[in-house]
């Protein structure tokens, strides 16, 4: 973050690379005047519940490029749609130093209108009579989007966007990634300052906003897809004392509306910088999240299918590995991270999302009151239940969260170890178990939560063990479970009893089981929740498994996989592989302080053994960072997210005791007069297994759509022209035929397993290996360590797991390469590995074949009186003549003696009809056939 005036080189540049806003309203020259695209809301015509999903399209922001103007007494802040079509105008004052005057017209200007305004502006503020252009109106900065204002001990600041750079579509949405942002200072008068405000500001620009913080104009990140193309129930605007369900409201029925959504504040990290914003349009807001953003395309054939990975990082009760253990009072998590994975049909076009799948889980510390003493300096901290709670209240809260989210079921993936001779880890699974077992007495049989646990580490020390294969078996039971979200109906062919026998129909009778519309819109009721101690490296691992089985469903669902299923060492589980370990690296990164220590390779036994070392380092990195930076890191999130305000009077942060942390994060639990047994929220019943926040989706600004080009133009760019080989489809974006598939093969299937890995990808493995990462962390400092590896020793015996789930049910058993050597097949494969032929010496039945058809060929010519010959040519010498008489080499087939099989009565039948349906069109329909289609068509009506 850069306190100075950033400037850049064109804000019409391509959006895959970084962008630097650059613009200038004043000079600018326009040949013609632009009417604005949007209009002011209308109350009465705001409301309704629509009939599809298609009648609400959210809203695009219209201050997409911002250019900051300032005088003496106040600043200006221009802002604009994409196009620069449509203008606001937002006022500052600088007079004020305690409290922060914003002034929002809610006027729409033109080109000509803005150019206008500013210009009476700049003529109006200046000192003398006849300066130039320019000298009462100054421009100070240009920019993409307002992070929020923040003040410490003087006064407020403005934070910019400067730098965006594009790293993900979601059909005709994007999503940006911020690179760098501009911090002003907003008083004009130059008293001294408080002598705390410059520690304080370097304290707060520590948090690089730089390292993993995204956003999008026209797509809500805070939310998951499922929800995103879900209708609008509520409106709530900031002026209503309660919603209004749009229902109720005449004159909603017809047309087409946009809106914007209300976003979910556990995942807005600018929500205590955007605080002071209330007052003025909405348009103004940018909520940005923070955590990972990848997306890869898998081509199949050409056919593009876009996987997109999101991890969303929770700002409450966030912090750093040591300092954020368990759970607050109110249910929020140490680490907890949403990770949604979208799959989408990228060839049908950009501008919609009509085929489309998700699929969410998600991590999170144990919801418990625990932590670890690190007073003294050693390996292993030990393990402390700090307050035991016979009610479960924390983890009830923190369950019924997941409800209200995402519904039922609830699947718990518990990685902790469970058998020690010293206690350690296994505290925690014990607590773990007897606050499920206790909140379960109290929810309906079918909405339990479901505990499995499998003691990964211990699995894996086993020579012979196959974790991965025992975390498929798991991950296909838990997402045959929970579901996936598909857009498009299940096609018709799918629930006929003749093709479910012959196919895996098993996420379908789960569906139908939780509820009998699911089989026919595929829909996600529930989650999986996966955690270890740290929820790092073994919960990476988990999270690959289970995001593996759901990518087969996913591709399943779009039509390109036969069967739900997908087998390692294709392009395509590899490709998804690195995305896994990219999240992984970033989220560790953020949490613990340096990359993951144990990737999927070392449970596969694929890791080399040169590896080691890097694991080593690793763990020295996050034991430093977690001994000697995590108290100032946390310090710096706090006052980021505005958990730790300065005052006046008050000790500065940094004077505060070590134990000042924890009371900030665990406020006082609300008094609630409400039996202890009912732990989640009595509405839920009305919605279960579906998301009660779905069911209750909730808008804060509505209006009719005028124009249907604004919801495209951030994506296509009509009003630029670019090179189409720097556009972000075919620069940036990771590609399975370009980085994953080998150079010398003939199958071009991502599904095909692969002996030997792409080229290039192995070019970019062997330099990863090597490459120190940048730290990605919350603070922007490379710091680093681990004090223990999350596969340390114990001397307990051999593999431990159990689940709730017989694995005798688990049907999809997937085997597992365990070597790791490199031999000389591997580097340089034979012919057949490659194409899939041997190479042999032809027998004498080929090689008669061959010399029958050579005599053939040379035999055969053209008819006589055919060639045309050149009266100025001259004969070849080796030339022959081409009428000479000669016996047919090849044996013509004597019916006389032997003649052809009969043609069955059935084949007949077959061609009579053939013709039959040529000349006078099809048949008609049986009765049967009519009456699978009438069922079919009465499920959707009713």
């Known amino acids: 973050m850069d306190t100075s005036v950033s400037s850049g080189s064109n804000l019409f540049s391509d959006g895959g690379a970084v962008e630097s806003a650059e613009i200038d309203l004043m000079n600018e020259s326009i040949a013609a005047d632009s009417e604005s695209i949007l209009d ?41 749609n994409n196009t620069q079509t449509s203008f606001r105008v937002l006022k500052i004052d600088r007079t004020e130093t305690k409290t922060l005057d914003i002034s929002d017209d809610r006027t729409i200007y033109n080109a000509r209108e803005i ?345 894996n020390k086993s020579k012979e063990a196959n974790v991965m294969g025992r975390l498929s078996n798991i991950a296909y039971q838990s997402v045959k479970q929970t579901g996936i979200f598909h857009s498009k109906p299940t096609p018709f062919v799918h629930l006929q009893k003749s093709w479910q026998t012959k196919h895996k129909v098993d996420l379908l009778k789960a569906s139908k089981d939780k509820d009998e519309s699911l089989p026919y819109q595929m829909r996600q009721t529930g989650i999986i929740r996966t955690n270890c101690v740290d929820c790092l490296d073994r919960t990476n691992t988990a999270q690959f498994a289970v995001g593996k089985c759901a990518l087969a469903f ?63 380092m690793q763990t020295m990195r996050r034991y430093y960072s977690n001994t000697l930076s995590d108290s100032e890191k946390q310090s710096t999130m706090n006052i980021f997210l505005g958990i730790f305000v300065p005052e006046a009077g008050k000790p500065p942060i940094w004077e505060k005791d070590y134990n000042f942390d924890y009371y900030l994060h665990h406020k006082r639990p609300s008094t609630e007069f409400k039996p202890l047994t009912q732990w989640w929220n009595p509405d839920l019943l009305q919605h279960l297994p579906f998301a009660l926040d779905i069911g209750r989706k909730t808008c804060t600004e509505l209006t009719r759509l005028h124009n249907a080009n604004e919801i495209v133009d951030d994506y296509y760019h009509p009003f630029e022209l670019t090179v189409l080989q720097d556009l972000f489809a075919f620069a940036e974006i990771n590609h399975s035929v370009r980085d994953y598939m080998p150079n010398c093969t003939t199958d071009f299937s991502p599904f095909s397993v692969r002996l030997r890995l792409g080229k290039k990808r192995e070019e970019m493995s062997s330099a990863k290996a090597n490459l120190t990462l940048k730290n990605p962390n919350l603070a922007g400092k490379s710091t680093s360590s681990n004090t223990s590896t999350e596969d340390d020793s114990d001397q307990s015996g051999s593999d431990s797991s159990d689940s709730e789930k017989s694995e005798s049910e688990q049907d999809n058993l997937e085997g597992d390469n365990t070597s790791g050597y490199i031999s000389f097949e591997s580097l340089f494969p034979s012919f057949e590995s490659v194409y899939g032929k041997a190479l042999v010496s032809p027998g004498q039945e080929d090689l008669q074949l061959y010399r029958r058809n ?76 009519l009456q699978i289609y009438r069922n079919y068509v009465n499920m959707f009506k009713n």
């Open 115 to 459: 150019r206008d305004l500013l210009t009476m502006i700049d003529v109006g503020n200046r000192s003398k009579t006849g300066q130039k252009m320019g000298s009462g109106l100054t421009k100070s900065v240009s920019a993409f989007g307002l992070v929020g204002f923040v003040r410490f001990m003087d006064g407020y600041y403005i934070i910019l966007i400067t730098k965006r750079r594009k790293v993900g579509l979601i059909g005709h949405h994007t999503i940006y990634k911020i690179e760098d942002t501009s911090m002003i200072y907003i008083p004009n008068e130059t008293k001294e300052q408080h002598p705390d405000e410059q520690r304080y500001l370097r304290m707060f620009q520590a948090t690089d906003l730089s390292s993993n913080f995204y956003f999008s104009y026209s797509y809500d990140l805070t939310h998951t897809l499922q929800y995103n193309l879900s209708s609008p129930v509520y409106l709530h605007q900031t002026d209503m004392p309660d919603p209004i369900r749009l229902s109720d409201v005449q004159g909603a029925s017809s047309g087409k509306y946009s809106y914007i959504p209300q976003y979910q504040d556990k995942f807005v990290w600018n929500h205590y910088l955007m605080k002071d914003m209330q007052e003025i349009d909405a348009e103004w807001m940018l909520p940005i999240i923070h955590g990972f953003v990848d997306q890869a395309n898998v081509s199949i054939y050409g056919k593009p299918v876009y996987v997109t990975l999101i991890a969303r990082r929770s700002r409450l009760f966030a912090g750093t590995r040591f300092l954020k253990r368990g759970a607050n009072y109110d249910g929020d998590t140490g680490n907890e991270v949403e990770t949604e994975q979208i799959a989408y049909d990228a060839s049908i076009g950009s501008d919609n999302l009509s085929n489309c799948t998700s699929f969410v889980h998600m991590r999170g510390s144990v919801p418990t009151q625990w932590a670890q003493d690190i007073s003294k300096i050693q390996p292993k901290p030990p393990i402390i239940i700090e307050t035991t709670e016979p009610f479960a209240s924390t983890a009830g809260k923190h369950f019924n969260q997941l409800l209200e989210r995402h519904g039922s079921p609830l699947i718990v993936i518990n990685l902790v170890k469970k058998r020690e001779s010293r206690k350690h880890e296994s505290l925690l699974s014990e607590e773990f178990v007897k606050q499920i077992s206790y909140l379960n007495q109290f929810l309906p049989c079918k909405h339990t939560i479901q505990y499995i646990h499998f003691d990964m580490a211990r699995c």
């Open 554 to 616: 996913q591709l399943h669902a779009l039509g390109v996989l036969k069967e739900p299923q997908l087998e390692f060492d294709t392009d395509c589980v590899r490709m998804l592989e690195e995305m896994y370990e990219d999240q992984g690296d970033t989220l560790a990164l953020q949490y613990g302080g340096s990359a993951l220590v144990h990737r999927i390779k070392t449970y596969r036994k694929l890791a080399p053994w040169t590896s080691k070392g890097n694991d080593i």
């Open 40 to 80: 002011s809301p209308n109350p009465s015509l705001t409301h309704s519940q629509p009939s599809d999903t298609g009648q609400y399209l959210m809203k695009v922001k219209g201050t997409q490029r911002m250019a900051l103007y300032q005088t003496k007494s106040k600043f200006y802040l221009v802002g604009s």
């Open 854 to 929: 050579a005599a053939l060929s040379r035999d055969s010519g053209p008819l006589p009186g055919h060639r045309k010959i050149s009266a100025t040519s001259v004969a070849h010498p080796l030339a022959r003549p081409i009428l000479r008489p000669r016996a047919c080499p090849v044996p013509v087939h004597d019916y006389s003696h032997c003649l052809l099989p009969p043609i069955s009565e059935e084949s007949k039948r077959i061609y009579e009809n053939y013709i039959k349906v040529g000349e006078q069109g099809p048949n008609d329909p049986s009765e049967e056939t």
